[in-house]
């Protein structure tokens, strides 16, 4: 599997003030104009302690543990990697025709052209001989990105319908679906070539801010029941530390 450089995106990128995840409780108080008196506008609102986009660290304890992949799947250390406690600077997107290989790879939400979220969290999983794997990430977004986001996965399903394998030099088929019953919104890709064992199955699930993305080559089916096993998990955990 390809690897992204986002520890290289995150050292290069600009930290966010961490204000970021407060929000402004404005003014206190306000003048009357034909006394010169301040009149108090009320209590001020009670801080949201859930507003803002959770940072790196949360983020990795959100991600599934071990005991949710597949029997003989291990940790890949050099797979790890999260944005820490700042937050970075939207990258901006680029424009063009996606990448299409970057479907086989971790953070595959590349190709619809954004690096990433303010904040991140990944990891993987796979066997010794590297022949069955399960990656996971969690990117979290300001204002609509999340929801534009998905919008993006759609649009590279339809551009990447099919495209080469440059490491097997073969045909890759790409299916993409809407999927039900996970989060706000789910949709899954499906890729497929004659040259492969196994199939890979691709699920992306915005939940609020957050965007969940999960890549198994694992199991029978193409990866998809450990796809959606690892998913449903972090969202739980997603949901947990936003309550917390």
């Known amino acids: 599997m390809r690897h992204s450089s986002r520890v290289a995106t995150l050292l290069a990128a600009a930290a966010l003030p961490l204000a970021l995840t407060a929000c402004s409780s404005g003014s206190s108080g306000s003048s009357d104009a034909s006394t010169g008196a301040s009149a108090s506008a009320g209590p001020a609102k009670e801080k949201d302690v859930n507003a803002g986009p959770a940072t790196g660290t949360q983020l990795k304890q959100a991600l599934a543990p071990a005991s949710a992949f597949p029997a003989g799947l291990t940790l890949e250390a050099d797979g790890a990697a999260d944005s820490g406690v700042q937050f970075v600077s939207p990258s901006g997107k680029s424009t063009g025709k996606p990448d299409c290989t970057r479907l086989g790879g971790t953070s595959w939400i590349q190709t619809t052209g954004l690096?990433?979220?303010?904040?991140?969290?990944?990891?993987?999983?796979?066997?010794?001989?590297?022949?069955?794997?399960?990656?996971?990430?969690?990117?979290?977004?300001?204002?609509?990105?999340?929801?534009e986001l998905m919008k993006d996965l759609r649009s590279v399903a339809a551009e990447c319908a099919t495209f080469t394998d440059t490491e097997a030099h073969a045909t890759v088929k790409v299916t993409g679906r809407s999927t039900p019953g996970l989060g706000d919104e789910a949709y899954t890709m499906t890729l497929t070539s004659g040259a492969w064992q196994n199939g890979t199955t691709l699920l992306a699930v915005r939940s609020g801010t957050a965007v969940v993305t999960v890549l198994s080559t694992a199991g029978s089916d193409n990866g998809a029941a450990s796809a959606r096993k690892v998913t449903a998990q972090v969202l739980g955990s997603l949901k947990d530390i936003r309550t917390a």
């Open 115 to 147: 690096e990433g979220g303010v904040s991140f969290a990944q990891n993987d999983y796979a066997t010794k001989d590297k022949t069955q794997e399960v990656a996971q990430e969690i990117d979290e977004f300001q204002g609509d990105a999340a929801a």
